[in-house]
């Protein structure tokens, strides 16, 4: 049973334009929403973030978008650069409990063309 | 802060033998995961501690699985005996979630091969 779901395992955009990377979660108990970056032979890192309680959050060139009642966030990469190419995670949590565990999509590898 | 820490970086061991992957957190994270990435399974959580107790193991594969936090600064994570299908990249992360925030934070990995 998979939670949390990114159902393009690849996407390919001109360097300048705009990335959308899209991620569909199933539970309804997931109430914060991460995005990971991962280059090869590296760790993945932190991107962004978003709480259910809101629906947008921006950082620079990235935008997390979160539609609760479709079970739906994307992320937004404008514009898009080819150091931006990488494997793109996203991931869900719960508050409750608070131990920080998390569950992953299977990631979608961005490719940027210059 | 130096992040967190995996050793070794690559493993290379041959079927049947014992490996021992090592992880230090961040200093003052509470809760730290090992995670297992494969071409077939993605990124999957084989169990996690919180405040050096381990909270959900239900993740580890088989009982050649095993793991171990001694303190707040070390976790081991250990298969005996190893087999050819263990061959993946182990990470270790670490976090503080009772602030709220839930970020992990990763190490580099160990890639591990099993001939």
């Known amino acids: 049973d998979q939670q949390v779901k990114q159902n393009s395992p690849s996407l390919s955009v001109q360097e300048g334009r705009i990335s959308i990377l899209n991620c569909d979660y199933t539970n309804s108990m997931f109430d914060y929403f991460l995005w990971y970056k991962k280059y090869p032979a590296e760790g993945p890192t932190f991107l962004i973030s978003i709480s259910s309680i809101k629906d947008k959050n921006e950082d620079g060139r990235f935008t997390v978008f979160l539609n609760k009642s479709a079970k739906h966030l994307s992320l937004h990469i404008v514009p898009s650069q080819p150091g931006d190419s990488a494997v793109y995670f996203c991931a869900a949590s719960s508050y409750r409990g608070n131990t920080g565990k998390l569950i992953f999509g299977q990631g979608t590898t961005l490719q940027v063309k210059p | ?70 303190n707040a600064s070390f976790s081991t994570l250990k298969i005996q005996p190893s087999e050819p299908r263990d061959s993946a990249v182990y990470f270790c992360a670490s976090s503080f979630p009772a602030t709220g925030a839930h970020e992990q934070y990763f190490g580099p990995g160990t890639r591990l091969t099993v001939t």
């Open chain 2, 1 to 70: 802060d130096a992040g967190v820490i995996q050793s070794p970086r690559h493993e290379v061991t041959e079927m049947g033998q014992e490996v021992t992957l090592r992880c230090k957190p961040i200093s003052g994270h509470n809760s730290l995961f090992w995670y297992r990435q494969t071409m077939m399974r993605g990124l999957e959580l084989l169990i996690y501690f919180n405040n050096n107790v381990p909270i959900d193991d239900s993740g580890m594969p088989e009982d050649r699985f095993s793991a171990k936090m001694p």
